[in-house]
């Protein structure tokens, strides 16, 4: 049995990891509301973005010309996947659950012998995924200086992965993030965003007749690079909130299990302190009875 | 009969604008300026950097935009934009820094025209505000 100023020690260890974990819970609880805020308040406008698109390429007259970026290349060869994580740990499943979504889809990807191309955005996603997959990563991004998610490092990537787009460097891009949902659930999501799926491909009955001004397909094509680095962002938005909901429960989770520890630490000091005075008393009262 | 719509302005970050009483919104759209009045048709058309111009009940606006979309819909007029400045309360520096920059852009030697088209219009605007 562990002495008793062992025991001490211990206990104050735990506790003052206690601490620590509980004020980052309180931390990530207040970004969590600022991240989450702002998560809504992005909603807008990808929603809006993603209308004005369908409604635009419902009234596209012929597909074949249509802007690459909406029809895709007509092959099927080069995959790229964005993989989107955080660049701080100490989040619960955040990162792993990303990493795993993907890594589904890379094995898929791969068994059907096609090229698989990586882009990281955050550090974590690259450590976890360069022992494996280290040769299909192309680029890896970071934005651990900018404090908040902004729109201009979404831009960044989205220029990145147009820019290989258009030198042909690929035919699919997919990208991947949490979705929030709430503080305890975050729904890892896989979303291609080159060739664009209109996903709600509903014939729109009412006859919308819009007027453009310049033609559908200039500004198809003007919108379309504008669109990804929106997905992108929304993607950044719903990923900050994501994390900051994952680290908050997973150190809500630590923080109780150090008050379990420490109580059961408690006792059995108490215990062995215990111990300790009887087995002292015991032997005080058999020396008085020797006398 | 009231000759009154709503408009929404909103950027990346967050829903910047929104109001339902306005009767007049000039916008700088590529081809040239648009005024839309109500029960205007249903119009989708991209922004070139410019000015805004809201008139309303509540009184005027002006807005800078960079770049943007527009959908018109049912009265009701969405403009999606990366960067918006209101004219009331920009600041002389703020415009000589995106002037810089895009004097900077324009001196590059591999834009091309469309982009040297849009530069240009941009410094136009901005030496007008200034």
Request: charged fraction near 30%.
């Amino acid at each position: 049995m562990a002495s008793l100023d062992d025991l001490k020690k211990r206990i104050s260890s735990v506790k003052s990891t206690q601490k620590i974990t509980k004020a980052m819970k309180m931390v990530a609880a207040a970004k969590l509301r600022r991240a989450q805020e702002s998560a809504e308040k992005g909603r807008p406008y990808s929603d809006k973005m993603n209308n004005i698109i369908l409604n635009l390429s419902n009234g596209i007259s012929d597909i074949e010309n249509a802007p690459k970026l909406l029809s895709g290349t007509g092959e099927d060869k080069v995959h790229l996947c964005v993989v989107m994580t955080s660049d701080r740990g100490l989040c619960g499943g955040f990162n792993t659950n990303i990493i795993k979504k993907a890594k589904q889809y890379f094995q898929k990807v791969l068994d059907e012998g096609k090229t698989l191309k990586i882009i990281t955005v955050g550090t974590k996603g690259y450590d976890q995924l360069k022992r494996l997959y280290g040769d299909n990563i192309i680029e890896r991004i970071s934005f651990k200086d900018s404090k908040n998610v902004n729109y201009f490092d979404a831009d960044k990537v989205g220029k990145i992965v147009i820019e290989k787009f258009e030198k042909k460097e690929f035919d699919v891009c997919a990208i991947f993030y949490n979705q929030f949902k709430n503080v305890i659930t975050q729904i890892p999501q896989e979303q291609q965003i080159i060739p664009l799926k209109t996903s709600e491909k509903e014939e729109n009955s009412s006859e919308d007749n819009y007027e453009f001004e310049p033609e559908e397909d200039e500004i198809l094509s003007n919108l379309l690079p504008k669109n990804i680095s929106t997905q992108i962002f929304k993607a950044m938005l719903e990923n900050s909130a994501s994390e900051q909901g994952s680290r908050m429960s997973a150190m809500d989770n630590a923080t109780r299990n150090a008050g379990e520890m420490v109580d059961k630490l408690t006792i059995e000091y108490n215990r062995s302190r215990q111990a300790a005075i009887t087995k002292e008393l015991i032997e005080i009262i058999s020396g008085a009875e020797s006398l | 009969m009231s000759e009154e719509y709503s408009v929404e302005i909103v950027n990346p970050e967050k829903s910047f604008l929104s109001k339902n009483d306005v009767t007049e919104v000039v916008v700088p759209a590529f081809e040239g300026e648009i005024g839309i009045l109500k029960d205007h048709i249903s119009i989708i058309s991209f922004l070139k950097p410019g000015i805004i111009k809201i008139f309303s009940k509540s009184g005027n606006e002006r807005f800078y935009v960079n770049d943007g979309i527009i959908e018109f819909k049912d009265n009701n007029l969405s403009i999606l934009t990366s960067l918006i400045l209101n004219l009331k309360d920009i600041d002389k520096e703020k415009i000589s820094d995106i002037q810089k920059s895009a004097e900077k852009e324009l001196s590059k030697s591999d834009i091309n025209d469309q982009e040297k088209y849009l530069l240009d219009q941009k410094l136009e605007v901005l030496k007008s505000i200034n």
